[in-house]
Every structure is written in C-alpha cells, then in structure tokens.
C-alpha cells in the first residue's frame, strides 16, 4: 500500500487489534509488558509501519538499530543500550516501544493508562535506484465468486526496464468471504527489487458465482477447470450423418522397427488419409518414408491437401498433439507428379535418431492408381524402386495395429436439449471402433481408439453454450479445429502440460452461433474415450449476471 507522508500505528498491550493511518487491523502477535517495558514484536511492527528489515536473522536492522537477537542487545546509531529492550518469547523477537520509536526518529505517544500507544514514523525512503511496484484492483470490496481485475503500473526511476514481477496473495476470484492482502514486487533490469507493495481487498455477500460458473464466464480454450459432476450428466445421442468418406491406412505396427522394411502397403485411387505413428528400433539413424508408386500407364498427380508432422521426438505424448495442431493449420495443396511406374516419396521424415519417433498425417488425392508404401530406412540409404525390392516387409508386433480402413470421415450430428449433457467419443460402445483389413497378411483388423478418423461434428442449439473435453481413458494431449460462424480456430487441448482426471476437464469454446461445427482427430499417443460436455454459460439462478471483460 502506497503510505502519506508519516505512519501511524496505534496499539494497545496485550490486544491483537490495531489501527494504521485510520485503519484497523489485527496483529498475529500482540504488545507484552515485559518488567515494566511494553514490547512489539519487530518483524510484524516495522513491516506495518512500512519500514525495511536488514540484516540477518541473527542481527536484523531496523532503522538506526542493530539488534543481536542471539545475545538480546541492541544498539542504536552505534550506541549500546541497556538490557531488556530486547527479548525473545515463543519464538517471536520484540523489542521495546521505546527503541523502536528512537532507531526510527519516530514520535510516541500514550494515552493516560499508558497502556495504548501511537508511534509516528516517517515513511522508509528506499533505495532511489530501486524499482517502484504498483497495481490497483477495480474495486476494494468484492462477492464472493466475482471477478477481481488489477492494473499494474510499476515503474523505475532511470526508466530500466523491469524485468520480473512477484505476487503473493493474488487471485483471480475468492469464492470464500473474508479479508485478503495482496502483494507485489518488481525486479528491474539491474536486478534491483522493489519493496513489497500491498493491497487490502474484502470478499463478503451474496455469491455471485461458483467455481463452475465462473470458469465457464472466463476460463481461456485450453483452461481446466473443476467439475465433480461431470460424469453424472446425460449423455446425447450423435446420429450418423452422410458424408463423402474415403480410407484410412494406418501404419503403427511394428511400431518400433528393429531393421530396414516395410511396414505397410496398400493401393488407393482418389482421396485417402494416411496416418504413421513409429519410433526408430534401429540401432543407427533412420528416416520414416511414405513412398508413391504410380500403376497407371498414364502420368498421375498425387495431391497433399493436408499434411501435420512431429519428428523427431521422445516425448510421445507430444507427437499426437503437435500433428494436429500441424494438420489443422496446413493448408495450399501440393503436387507431385509421377511419370507410369516412377516411385518417389510422398513423404519423407526428418531423421530420426534412435529411440526417436514420428507421427505424420497426410491426406492425398491421387488422379489415378497409386502404391502407397511406408518404409523405415537406416539414413545412409537411398529410398529408391532398388530398395524397395531389396528389403523385406515386417510382421507385425502383438501389441500395435495397421492397416486399411475404409471409413476416415464420421459424420455425427447432435441436437441440445436440456444440458449439462456429454457426447462420448471412442468408448467402443456408443461410439464404435472402425474395422478394416491388414492388406499385407489378410487379417480383419480393429482400430481400437479410432487413430486418424477425421469426426465431423455438427451441433445444433448450441449458442449460449460452453463446450469442454473430458479425459475419460487416462492422459489425453490433442487439438480440434472449431467453426463458429465467421470464426475458424484450432484449439490446444490442454493449453499446457496433460489432461488426465475426468472432473477436470478443458475448456473447448464457448459458441456464438446456432450451429457449432467441431472437427476432431483422436490424437496419437493419448487414451480414449473422451466426452465433450456441453453447459449452459449464462447465471444459475441466484447467481449475478456481472461479466468483467476488461483485463490489462
């Protein structure tokens, strides 16, 4: 708190309640009368008073006093005093009223029992190089569940530039009544810090919101927030919408390759996703490549619309999220072009060294028969037509899938009525899991957590709605893409680190338009299922319809 001219403190032996410039507040430690000397506990005293403590823990300075709290001795401007102005009780140093008002030039006076005092110092000066740390909130009295808005401002007296910033004490709400001191430092380019500025706020009332509510007014996408609940609401039926569908071929096994080979292969004409998820087993460097081989005897276009990559990495958690957000933000096709029986790479891996992985999404449309082969090749080696035919194609491990799947596009419509209510995607139940072939051994295949299907997701009712992801299989690290109207926007799920407990879901988006379009991809590396749970944004009744938008 920014101080006038002089402090003044008023307090009386043995009670915890005081007054600072007009104001009350209550001490953690009371005055004592100590062999006929009143005694304030230093630290607690010079911090209201606005006055720094120096020093050491062993010998603090306040003012002109040098205090030995190990010897309970003090001096003042150099000069010794005399013992029992400095004593130590239940772990507390006090010191007498007396030396305080002397090591700070300070007035005392008492009233006629002598046993309320006033001390009047004159407010620390500080370092005149140091940093100044300010801020102000909107408003000194709050309901519990509003939105607290602070301006900060802090400056430097040469104008360097101030390079950290400290709080203590701030939230963004209190949902609980009560009073609350708020604190800030500042550090500046010299590496100077300020002195702890303060605010005093109160919380009391009615609500005007809970810790649901208020997270579906502010949270950010990407934001969790609490929701015991949210596996308790109904769930709503998508229905299965007509869409222009197209394949799906999916390499993940084996994931980790221990040599040169292929890993899978299949034929496609026209459109068709392709979706690789591999980490290099080889003892050496190696690169992922999706090799094109046109069967046509006519040149044929193969056309990348889009294409999303994460290579290399060994945090695999990262290599579904990073893909995505790749996919969503790509955009302008392009075009190779393959004379009849000319192989090339449709794609081609950064190089991956071992224990690396990469995961590549790409969807292709091709003017005729293409061969699509995705190979792992030691980096040293050429992926030429020579190669392909020199190396062997891999079995499958046990415990990963591949294949082709003729369905990479679900469209699902769903229309809100009474909400909260959740949409489960992934369970393998209301939402079943695609079904395709390995074309390399002829074996159906399942592709538990449906890697690579694109869902087309359209919500009708939606405007005034809040829409958040909940984790229901365990770490889930993604993206979708959202359509509001005018606006297009990929979303960080979560903004940071993982999303894990169902009752802490992500905020989504909070819908402007009737009609809310989602697009989401099962990210690579994370758990299903998930559900998207819908709430209403406006008030629960009782609740004030306040919304502070303003946030410097």
Not at 164 to 169: F, L, P, Q, V
Not at 307 to 328: K, N
Not at 346 to 369: C, E, F, H, K, W
Not at 522 to 534: D, E, K, R, Y
């Amino acid at each position: 708190m920014a101080n006038i001219g002089s402090v003044q403190l008023t307090v009386t032996v043995d009670q915890v309640a005081a007054n600072v410039n007009g104001e009350a507040v209550t001490l953690n430690v009371a005055p004592r009368n100590v062999d006929g000397r009143i005694m304030l506990p230093l630290r607690e005293t010079a911090a209201l008073l606005g006055q720094p403590v120096g020093g050491s823990a062993s010998q603090p300075q306040l003012g002109r006093a040098v205090i030995d709290a190990q010897r309970n001795t003090a001096t003042v401007g150099g000069a010794a005093q005399q013992p029992g102005h400095v004593v130590t009780v239940g772990g507390n140093l006090y010191i007498s009223v007396r030396l305080l008002a002397d090591a700070l030039n300070a007035n005392l006076s008492s009233d006629p029992t002598g046993r309320t005092l006033t001390i009047t110092a004159l407010r620390d000066g500080g370092n005149p190089l140091a940093p100044q740390a300010r801020f102000a909130t909107d408003k000194t009295t709050y309901a519990p569940g509003e939105r607290v808005i602070y301006t900060e401002y802090p400056f430097d007296p040469d104008g360097a530039e101030i390079t950290a910033r400290r709080w203590t004490g701030k939230q963004d709400v209190f949902f609980q009544p009560g009073t609350y001191t708020i604190g800030y430092q500042v550090i500046n380019a010299r590496n100077l810090q300020s002195t702890m500025f303060t605010r005093t706020i109160q919380v009391t009332g009615a609500p005007m919101d809970t810790p649901l509510t208020y997270a579906l007014k502010y949270s950010d996408p990407g934001d969790s927030f609490s929701d015991p609940l949210v596996l308790s609401y109904p769930a709503v039926l998508a229905q299965p919408s007509y869409s222009n569908s197209f394949p799906l071929l999916f390499s993940d096994s084996p994931e980790a390759p221990t040599q040169n080979g292929i890993l899978y292969q299949d034929t496609v004409y026209g459109r068709a996703r392709l979706l690789a998820y591999h980490m290099n087993g080889l003892r050496r460097s190696a690169r992922l490549y999706v090799m094109a081989r046109n069967l046509e005897s006519r040149p044929v276009e193969v056309q990348t619309e889009r294409l999303g990559e994460t290579a290399p990495t060994r945090i695999e958690s990262q290599l579904g999220q990073v893909t995505l957000l790749e996919y969503f933000a790509s955009n302008g096709a392009r075009t190779l072009t393959l004379a009849p029986g000319q192989t090339a790479a449709a794609y081609a891996s950064p190089t991956l060294s071992p224990g690396s992985g990469v995961n590549v999404m790409q969807d292709i449309n091709t003017t005729g028969r293409v061969e699509l082969t995705f190979v792992m090749l030691e980096d040293t080696m050429p992926p030429t037509q020579l190669a392909m035919q020199q190396i062997p194609y891999l079995p499958p491990d046990s415990r990963h899938q591949r294949g082709t799947f003729p369905n990479a596009v679900r469209s699902l419509r769903v229309n809100l009525g009474v909400l909260p209510a959740r949409i489960v995607i992934g369970d393998g139940q209301v939402d079943p899991v695609i079904t395709g072939v390995d074309r390399l051994t002829g074996q159906p295949q399942r592709l538990v957590g449906n890697y690579g299907v694109l869902y087309d997701l359209q919500v009708n009712g939606a405007a005034g709605t809040a829409v958040a992801l909940s984790p229901r299989g365990g770490l889930y690290r993604g993206a979708m893409n959202i359509e509001d109207g005018p606006l297009k926007q990929a979303i960080k799920l979560p903004k940071s680190g993982n999303a894990i407990s169902p009752n802490q879901p992500i905020l989504l988006w909070r819908s402007l338009s009737d009609q809310l379009n989602i697009d989401f991809i099962p990210a690579s590396g994370s758990n299903l299922p998930i559900s998207l749970v819908f709430y209403r944004t406006h008030p629960n009744p009782g609740y004030g319809g306040v919304l502070k938008t303003y946030q410097p």
